[in-house]
């Protein structure tokens, strides 16, 4: 039994063939609607850094928007959600971190998505997948079975 607490209280997961899916979204609220339309487990970084930080003891995917748009390569500041910085600057969340899925914005470029190239970088994890805004349903299912079948294989 593998568990992701926040705020001192415990979410217990059974231990099943679908991934974690761990993600930030911010007050706008598109990336957690493609998170729901998943239907997989998940556990939500937190919005503000005063809310109880989330802790997670078992391997996931995880799902970030991208900020910044007009940047690209070699000027990436500010394209991952400090959240995200936050949570994954704690070695406990960090270890367990398997994969990345990315959502941006196409109006950004050749920065779409950069905040996943990122966050594979510097965890060495591959970057699973993107899309853009809160996904089109073709988004849900591509995403939904690529992760189903990439989490059996790994």
């Known amino acids: 039994m593998a568990t992701a607490t926040a705020s001192g209280s415990a979410v217990r997961h059974s231990e099943t063939a679908s991934p974690l899916l761990v993600y930030f979204s911010s007050v706008s609220g598109n990336t957690a609607r493609f998170v729901e339309k998943l239907g997989m487990r998940a556990a939500r970084i937190p919005l503000r850094a005063s809310d109880p930080r989330l802790v997670v003891d078992e391997p996931f ?35 367990f971190i398997r994969g990345v899925v990315s959502a941006g914005n196409t109006n950004f470029g050749e920065a779409y998505c950069i905040a996943g190239d990122i966050i594979s970088r510097k965890c060495r994890v591959p970057h699973l997948d993107r899309f853009e805004l809160f996904g089109t349903p073709e988004d849900v299912d591509r995403i939904g079975d690529g992760l189903e079948r990439w989490w059996t294989q790994h």
Do not use: M
């Open 61 to 95: 995917v995880l799902i970030t928007p991208t900020y910044g748009g007009g940047q690209s390569a070699g000027h990436e500041k500010g394209a991952v959600p400090k959240q995200v910085i936050r949570f994954l600057n704690d070695e406990r969340n960090r270890r």
